[in-house]
């Protein structure tokens, strides 16, 4: 049995993840018994999803045979457990963002569902409709990224409100080529996967012909900082980190299997956010 314990989004909590999907990767015809326990912050299951299908498309069958009742029930909640045969409850609290699975041609839907999940909670800091307008644009353009450039199968999201840390967390997952691949084979660079992400987060860098593109993360980068936020990118065996002290990178033993973006909104922020410039939907990184 597999243990997964203290699972949040620290540096070394990402390093476990990739650590499961080293594991198991070369895996075939096996049952993979998963014991959670401690600690597993809800949103992560987005990550935790991704690597899942990647190691179960090698005939493997992944179960939970051991989790602690809190995290069952906040992943119940959530929808992550019912894809692997548990029932659904209901979130009487309100503080969850449902796990998705979706194919790359389900845009609309996660447009939808970003506005409504996400953006429209009433725990976020007061937010003019111009700005709701761009950050829901631009944190689509990040689905859109993974749509058209990183070759994935399905792409994973998931969030969690946490009222008692005033904190609210969105996370986004692709099991595709990442960001050093996707960059490097465009411009024929060769990049390391830290340069890559940072390369991604300049405003204006895109990877699309013929568009100025490469507002999305630049974007939030701007919110991020003045909300006391936090964005990370993991790529490959790259590590991304941006928040009030700054960027941060460091390395990974091993490689996660394509992208993670995890953004991090402060709710106890009471100042008011206008920006006046739209994010064009054709300005696709």
């Not at 895109?206 to 939030?220: F, P, R």
């Not at 490959?236 to 009030?244: A, H, P, T, V």
């Not at 909104?265 to 054709?282: G, I």
């Amino acid at each position: 049995m597999r243990e997964l314990r203290n699972i949040g989004t620290s540096f070394e909590s990402y390093q476990k993840i990739i650590d499961l999907y080293q594991t198991y990767k070369d895996s075939i015809f096996e049952e993979i018994e998963l014991d959670l326990h401690q600690w597993f912050a809800a949103n992560m299951s987005s990550a935790l999803g991704g690597v899942l299908d990647k190691i179960a498309d090698n005939l493997n069958e992944v179960k939970f045979k051991n989790i602690s009742e809190n995290i069952k029930t906040i992943l119940l909640k959530n929808d992550f457990l019912s894809y692997y045969g548990f029932n659904r409850i209901m979130d009487s609290n309100n503080t969850t963002i449902k796990f998705l699975k979706l194919k790359p041609t389900d845009g609309k839907y996660f447009n939808l569902y970003v506005a409504n999940e996400l953006l429209s909670r009433p725990e976020l800091p007061c937010i003019s409709l111009p700005l709701k307008k761009k950050m829901t644009e631009a944190i689509y353009e990040i689905f859109v990224n993974a749509q058209i450039h990183s070759e994935t199968k399905n792409i994973y999201t998931c969030g969690q409100f946490y009222p008692q840390k005033n904190i609210i967390e969105f996370t986004i997952t692709d099991t595709g080529i990442g960001f050093k691949n996707r960059i490097n084979q465009r411009f024929k660079k060769n990049l390391t996967s830290t340069q890559a992400i940072q390369w991604a987060t300049n405003d204006r860098h895109t990877t699309k012909i013929g568009v100025s593109g490469g507002l999305g993360l630049a974007l939030l980068k701007e919110f991020i900082e003045k909300n006391k936020g936090k964005l990370q990118i993991i790529s490959d065996d790259g590590f991304y980190q941006f928040d009030s002290k700054g960027e941060d990178t460091k390395l990974f033993h091993g490689s996660f299997p394509g992208s993670i973006v995890n953004l991090q909104f402060r709710t106890d922020d009471v100042s008011t956010y206008t920006l006046a410039d739209e994010v064009r939907l054709d300005d696709i990184f």
